[in-house]
């Protein structure tokens, strides 16, 4: 990981604090890839983030425009070199607005790092006024070349550390925050853990070991997946390996997590849950299915057991996220946890004990 984060400015324009504003929640969280100084959207302008976000002052202003981020970071005494996309939107594409305002970070002689399927250096306007500015155009989410891609080997068989897989009922539901929460929370309780990023999020807040599984052909997941995971091991043999989920089994436009389980071969299962929402995020119509039918259905999959839930609290409050976990615990026999409000150590002594007892003889 980078010893220190290049001074940055995350772009958000109308999506912070929705589940199109992800990635500029992540880096807002936690990120060892960039210092970030200001987060952009004029909706909360004036406003810290952490306060928006998590009822916590990080320290990073929320400003309205790229110029006001840019005066911002001033105003801090630090120069800003890179304008981070922090945009999630589904299609991963880039809106004209937007456009515009790349356009303006890149006058401003930013550094643009992005992670949508719009590839800005393959854009002639956008990439002339790179390189008449000396400024780079970043896409973090470009398809590596396919000589440098893995098919799966086996070698997973090997790997002797403890596998996590966070999967989700939903997209967007929170479970590359409590991946990085269980690495995070493990290493506070005196283990070694390392995180394996699967999106674009996850490689910019730094994580070491990372694939971006939807860039890839399909025919190369699983062995991208078996290749992260069996490198982290081979290289710092930690006590455990976090692996992030992408979508879940059953959304109807991103299903994701069999190839997890198939080739990531998890020793358990922790499933992210978002009571509060009864349809699948951005597509009305589309139920979510019951969160007892979602534990069925990847227990059934891998043969490994969903041993925690993790409640993501949207559109809740802290009296409800409390019954709710009580419910959760009564109908499914799981505990159930929220990060993001109590912290992670309950989590991982659970997951701690699945790790003793795999271990003992």
């Known amino acids: 990981m980078m010893a ?17 504003g992800k990635t500029a929640h992540g880096l807002v969280r936690f990120t060892e890839r960039y210092d970030v100084l200001a987060v952009i959207d004029s909706r909360y302008q004036g406003r810290e983030a952490g306060e928006i976000l998590d009822g916590a002052d990080y320290g990073i202003p929320v400003v309205g425009s790229v110029e006001a981020a840019v005066q911002a970071a001033v105003g801090r005494g630090r120069t800003a070199t890179h304008f981070v996309v922090g945009l999630a939107p589904d299609g991963g594409r880039l809106s004209a607005a937007a456009r515009e305002d790349v356009k303006t970070a890149i006058r401003l002689g930013l550094n643009v790092d992005c992670g949508l399927h ?19 155009l970043r896409d973090v989410r470009k398809p590596p070349d396919r000589n440098n891609l893995h098919f799966f080997t086996g070698n997973i068989e090997k790997v002797t550390s403890f596998k996590i897989a966070v999967l989700g009922t939903d997209s ?10 269980i690495v995070q929370g493990f290493e506070e309780a005196g283990y070694s853990a390392e995180m394996i990023g ?12 990372s694939i971006l599984l939807d860039s890839l052909v399909s025919d190369f997941l699983a062995g ?29 436009a991103y299903p994701g997590g069999y190839e997890i389980l198939a080739a990531g071969r998890p020793d358990v299962v922790v499933l992210q849950h978002a009571p509060a929402r009864k349809e699948y995020d951005g597509f009305p119509g589309y139920p979510i299915h019951p969160l007892s039918r ?42 159930a946890f929220d990060v993001l409000i109590e912290g992670s150590a309950g989590l991982v002594r659970v997951l701690a004990g699945h790790m003793s007892a795999r271990t003992a003889p």
Not at 118 to 136: I, N, Q
Not at 172 to 181: D, E, L, M
């Open 224 to 252: 991208e997946i078996e290749y992260a995971v069996y490198s982290a091991w081979l290289e710092r043999r930690p006590d455990a390996i976090v692996i992030e989920g992408q979508g879940s089994l059953m959304n109807p």
């Open 118 to 136: 719009d590839f800005l250096a393959e854009d002639p306007e956008l990439a002339a006024l790179a390189a008449s500015r000396g400024v780079v």
């Open 294 to 335: 979602q534990i069925e259905a990847i227990e059934l999959v891998s043969g490994k057991p969903v041993v925690a839930i993790a409640v993501n609290h949207e559109s809740m409050t802290r009296e409800q996220v409390a019954r709710e976990c009580k419910a959760i615990e009564q109908s499914t026999g799981r505990p």
């Open 172 to 181: 967007a539901v929170g479970k590359r925050t409590t991946a990085w929460k």
């Open 4 to 20: 220190a984060g290049a001074p940055a400015i995350v772009y958000c324009e109308g999506a912070f604090n929705t589940p199109n």
């Open 198 to 209: 699967t999106g674009q999020t996850a490689w910019m807040q730094g994580a070491r070991y």
